[in-house]
């Protein structure tokens, strides 16, 4: 089985396109979306919740506090059943298809993440915006610091889906601290410090313009992983 975990914060108006887009595209092969509601303030609970009923596939896991992005990740994959776990964004901008090409290469590795910045990759903008310009730019800032903080030697840390085999996490989840948006540094570096391989693949890649991304968050990540990195 493929286990899937969506964090869905205050997603209500996202969540239903993706949920429906995923179990109809792996309606043939055995898996299971688990959606993490962690402090919702929305409809996104009571959208899972009704969709889940008719659908045995998708699980909703609720939790009143807020737990941060890579907290919510870290919560579903401890509920996941899957030999292989992973997780996508809410918002679609990688879709089951490409979710998919992931899926066929961890065959023959360890673990697997998307790229926007390999070859095969495609980036989708709907529409051409000064900040869009400039996320991009700060996101190829942060690149550079981190792996030469790091030495994790990859190109895009921050695409939205990532997935492994089982045993990868077993061995590295009592390390893992941070849970927030930059977790998928530190959860990279720990696959590799225990010397597991990391394969990245380029995928088609939607930008979202209700992305929750912003240049704040990059300098607060960053501040994370710094401190995160000095206490090794």
């Not at 402090?39 to 609970?45: E, F, I, K, M």
């Not at 899926?103 to 900040?131: C, F, H, M, N, Y």
């Not at 895009?156 to 893992?176: H, S």
């Amino acid at each position: 089985m493929d286990s899937i975990v969506v964090p869905a914060y205050n997603e209500e108006k996202r969540i239903l396109k993706t949920l429906q887009a995923y179990t109809n595209h792996f309606k043939k092969r055995k898996h299971e979306l688990v959606v993490v509601c962690d402090g919702c303030t929305d409809r996104t609970v009571d959208i899972v919740k009704d969709f889940s009923r008719r659908n045995r596939n998708v699980r909703l896991l609720e939790k009143p506090n807020r737990l941060g992005k890579g907290g919510g990740v870290y919560f579903g994959f401890s509920k996941c059943n899957g030999e292989t776990i992973g997780f996508t964004d809410a918002d679609n901008a990688i879709g089951p298809k490409e979710y998919e090409k992931l899926l066929e290469e961890l065959k023959t590795t360890d673990s697997v993440i998307a790229s926007r910045r390999r070859k095969g990759s495609v980036t989708i903008v709907p529409q051409t915006k000064a900040w869009v310009l400039a996320m991009r730019f700060s996101s190829r800032v942060y690149n550079v610091l981190v792996n030469l903080m790091f030495g994790i030697n990859v190109r895009d840390t921050q695409c939205g889906a990532k997935i492994m085999k089982r045993k990868v996490y077993n061995d590295i989840k009592k390390e893992l601290r941070l849970t927030g948006f930059e977790f998928d540094v530190e959860l990279i570096w720990r696959i590799k410090k225990h010397g597991y391989a990391v394969r990245e693949v380029g995928i088609k890649w939607v930008h979202n313009l209700d992305s929750k991304s912003s240049l704040k968050n990059s300098y607060r990540m960053f501040r994370s992983l710094l401190k995160r990195r000095r206490e090794g």
